[in-house]
């Protein structure tokens, strides 16, 4: 770490007794001075367990912060932006889920935890890309309303003898919809050694050419495990930075170098200063709301 920004952002950090949790497509600047880096399960998990700590910076986008304010609700949870809003999040509106659910009563309601908290408070259970097979098999019910995320939905689909219903029926991440099979060929020919992973996020006939699908945190993990030494890595450009950190030898290529997600890179390091200096913006949520969101969280934790 060489930045004199990074070092008053770390001594700001230890005065304000705080934590920096950050995703794994958080620029490289930020990943250098998070106190934990994780997929969105992970950040969960790690949200749940910071009572000794005043203050929460929470370098990722809208529904991963308002996560973390619906499991610490009386917590400082500030967001260096709020700008950084995740699209597919909002993809789904309270009403348009109440109108499903009112149409499938006897459905089963899982959803993605990258939702809006409106929207979570009337899902059975919540899901991530690392776990949502997992837990769609813990549910009771046949039949499933799953959203937003439409790609991640046929991907569970796939797996269970179970009918899933995308509500909304075209729900998607931007980033992920870039990928397209041609450059999975493209880069295959250009790293004939390479393994491809990529999201569950990608449309489902480029998870199906690729070799493995799996979490950001999942690759991380499959990554440092194998002995291949190649990957073209289907996901955010600023996941290979994560990796390339912690994995000294590997060889990371990205599946499309352009595979931004413009909202994540909204937080810098001057905003995470002065949201450790001012204690704001912060995340929070009707009480109501925060109170029958965390029910959902709690079983995805649960069923995880
Ligand atoms: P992960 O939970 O795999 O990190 O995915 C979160 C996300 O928003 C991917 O676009
Ligand atoms: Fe949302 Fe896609 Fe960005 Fe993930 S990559 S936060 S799903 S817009």
Redesign the pocket.
Known sequence: MSNSLQEEILKLKDEKNAIILA?N?QPKEIQEIADFLGDSLELCIKASKIDDKDLVIFC??D??AETAFILNPDKKIVIPTLEAE????HMLPEDVLLEAKKEHPDAGVILYV?SIAEAKQHADTLCTSANAVKVTESLPHDKILFGP?KNLGTHVAEKLDKEIIHVPKDGH????RLFHVEDIELKREQHPNAEVICHP?CNINVQNAADKVMSTGGMLKYIAESDKEEFIIG??VDMITRINAEVPGKKLYPLLEGAI????KLHTLEKVRDALVNEEPQVTLPKDVAEKSRKAVEHMLNAS
């Open positions: 995703h497509y990722g986008v529904f991963m995740c699209p597919m999040a990258n995320d991440c931007y980033v992920h996020e996901t955010e997600c413009e909202t994540m």
